[in-house]
């Protein structure tokens, strides 16, 4: 088992230094090489926050309201084994002054096992959904699915038997490297399946979506007006911050929390 010393103190001297990696993924053999050790069969999504999801003529009650959060649920009530972090990897390194640094990552599966003691602690499914909801709370976005580079810098393994739940802040996110990083790494890390992000006529060109709310940059202002880009993930962040409520999350597809589950399962096994 190696060092959760020597781990943390490399991560933190070169988290940084993570961009000028990422770049360094568009040369085709280093490219395939990073692939290969990192992020080989990767599927991994963001989950939109609960309240950026619209109550429409379709879902008339909150109560009745289907939302992404009831995704991890699923997933932490058949999972025998649950593993919440003491610390957030990516804010500890960042020195993160704006979002709590002790709300972790909570991982699932037979390989979670394997994590270093000294990393965090075995939780009940119960203690796992009350993390998950404090989460949320700070206004931290989920982002879930099978992610390589967890199995390998934790080594614990086989990866498809270590479901990831990172708990993302927009300052700090590892992920902000998909703007530099290789598509075919940056096509791992996708929207949630059956939602689209939408910025309507209500938009008034404040530019507050704009400013440090993205993770990928995939909003920025055009003609007075935001505008959305490809690249965008589907966070929902943009819809809360946006004082016009001029953003809209969509919901395109009706079964859209199971087909997110069974597009996980098909990549993890948790039970």
Same mark, same amino acid.
């Given at each position: 088992?190696?060092?959760?010393?020597?781990?943390?103190?490399?991560?933190?001297?070169?988290?940084?230094?993570?961009?000028?990696?990422?770049?360094?993924?568009?040369?085709?053999?280093?490219?395939?090489?990073?692939?290969?050790?990192?992020?080989?069969?990767?599927?991994?999504?963001?989950?939109?926050?609960?309240?950026?999801?619209?109550?429409?003529?379709?879902?008339?009650?909150?109560?009745?309201?289907?939302?992404?959060?009831?995704?991890?649920?699923?997933?932490?009530?058949?999972?025998?084994?649950?593993?919440?972090?003491?610390?957030?990897?990516?804010?500890?390194?960042?020195?993160?002054?704006?979002?709590?640094?002790?709300?972790?990552?909570?991982?699932?599966?037979?390989?979670?096992?394997?994590?270093?003691?000294?990393?965090?602690?075995?939780?009940?499914?119960?203690?796992?959904?009350?993390?998950?909801?404090?989460?949320?709370?700070?206004?931290?976005?989920?982002?879930?699915?099978?992610?390589?580079?967890?199995?390998?810098?934790?080594?614990?393994?086989?990866?498809?038997?270590?479901?990831?739940?990172?708990?993302?802040?927009?300052?700090?996110?590892?992920?902000? =490297?998909?703007? +530099?990083?290789?598509?075919?790494?940056? @096509?791992?890390?996708? &929207?949630?399946? #059956?939602?689209? %992000?939408? *910025?309507?006529?209500?938009?008034?060109?404040?530019?507050?979506?704009?400013?440090?709310?993205?993770?990928?940059?995939? =909003?920025?202002? +055009?003609?007075?007006?935001?505008?959305? @880009?490809?690249?965008? &993930?589907?966070? #929902?962040?943009? %819809?809360? *911050?946006?004082?016009?409520?001029?953003?809209?999350?969509?919901?395109?597809?009706?079964?859209?929390?199971?087909?997110? =589950?069974?597009?996980?399962?098909?990549?993890?096994?948790?039970?």
């Amino acid at each position: 088992m190696a060092s959760p010393y020597g781990i943390k103190t490399l991560i933190r001297r070169t988290f940084a230094q993570r961009f000028v990696l990422a770049r360094l993924s568009h040369r085709p053999l280093v490219g395939r090489l990073i692939d290969h050790l990192l992020f080989e069969g990767d599927d991994i999504m963001y989950l939109p926050r609960d309240n950026a999801i619209p109550v429409n003529h379709r879902l008339p009650a909150r109560e009745d309201l289907a939302v992404p959060s009831q995704v991890l649920e699923y997933f932490i009530q058949r999972a025998r084994y649950h593993w919440v972090m003491d610390f957030c990897i990516c804010r500890d390194a960042s020195h993160c002054k704006s979002y709590p640094v002790d709300l972790g990552c909570l991982f699932m599966g037979e390989a979670a096992r394997d994590i270093n003691p000294k990393f965090g602690r075995r939780v009940t499914p119960e203690d796992a959904i009350a993390h998950t909801r404090r989460c949320r709370e700070q206004g931290l976005v989920h982002l879930i699915g099978r992610n390589k580079l967890d199995s390998v810098w934790l080594n614990a393994g086989p990866a498809h038997k270590l479901l990831t739940v990172c708990n993302c802040c927009p300052c700090c996110c590892l992920w902000k =490297i998909l703007p +530099e990083i290789s598509p075919v790494i940056s @096509g791992k890390l996708t &929207r949630m399946p #059956g939602i689209s %992000v939408h *910025v309507t006529e209500a938009c008034v060109g404040c530019g507050t979506c704009a400013r440090d709310v993205c993770f990928v940059e995939a =909003i920025h202002m +055009e003609d007075g007006r935001a505008r959305i @880009g490809p690249e965008c &993930r589907g966070c #929902g962040r943009c %819809v809360t *911050v946006c004082p016009s409520q001029a953003i809209e999350l969509r919901i395109e597809d009706d079964a859209f929390i199971e087909t997110t =589950i069974r597009r996980i399962a098909d990549a993890v096994e948790v039970a």
